[in-house]
């Protein structure tokens, strides 16, 4: 695709359920970023993939908070056991190797209930 | 990584030239400087990016002294579509990075 797609757009999920949200990076692109962004806030880094070495899981919250990478390419965030507190837009982004132009998708909103 | 300090909010108007400056007084010698724009309900967009001196694009010009524990992002002749977020981040281009950004500076361009 030309651009970082996430999906779903928005997701309204209940109090200790479980989600999932999709990151499909630009095609080429050796580095993944997840963010949480709240309502006026700034960028809250949360995890980083870089080609083929482990990612750095340092901006994870709580264990509740798990990515993976699939294939270099596809990630899925996981939150499980949701609170309202996890009530935020998170932003994907890719980039070409260590490349600091990174390219961000528009964001999953979600709203924990 | 290298911490950015930037203003958290500026204003402007319709026409002017707006600067906002970042400091970074523990840059490392292979760290570059990136901006973002970020606007409302909007993933961040690059629009910027040097090492020193000067760089100027369609968009903005960034300004980096010879020390580069600062820089200036300079946007001429605002319009009121500037109105967003504007991120300064360090980092080593080409290497392992993970992209920290700050709290921003919110531009608040008016008629």
């Known amino acids: 695709g030309a651009g970082v797609s996430q999906s779903p757009s928005n997701k309204v999920t209940e109090k200790g359920k479980d989600v999932e949200l999709r990151c499909d990076p630009i095609s080429g692109h050796t580095a993944l970023y997840w963010y949480r962004q709240s309502l006026g806030q700034g960028l809250e880094f949360l995890i980083y993939?870089?080609?083929?070495?482990?990612?750095?899981k340092s901006g994870l919250p709580s264990d509740r908070f798990s990515a993976e990478r699939t294939g270099g390419s596809v990630s899925t965030l996981t939150i499980q056991r949701t609170q309202q507190e996890d009530s935020a837009v998170y932003l994907c982004a890719s980039s070409p190797r260590g490349n600091t132009e990174a390219f961000f998708g528009q964001g999953t909103r979600l709203t924990v209930v | 990584l290298a911490k950015t300090t930037q203003p958290i909010s500026m204003d402007s108007y319709e026409g002017q030239e707006v600067n906002i400056t970042c400091s970074h007084n523990n840059i490392a010698t292979n760290d570059y400087i990136t901006w973002y724009q970020q606007f409302p309900s909007q993933g961040p967009r690059f629009i910027i990016q040097?090492?020193?001196t000067k760089v100027t694009n369609e968009v903005a010009s960034l300004f980096i002294p010879a020390d580069r524990k600062s820089s200036t992002l300079s946007l001429p002749r605002v319009s009121l579509s500037d109105t967003a977020v504007y991120y300064c981040?360090?980092?080593?281009?080409?290497?392992?990075?993970?992209?920290?950004f700050g709290a921003g500076t919110r531009l608040a361009v008016h008629p």
């Open positions: 981040l360090v980092g080593v281009s080409g290497g392992y990075n993970k992209l920290i």
């Open positions: 993939f870089q080609g083929n070495s482990a990612p750095d």
């Open positions: 040097g090492y020193k």
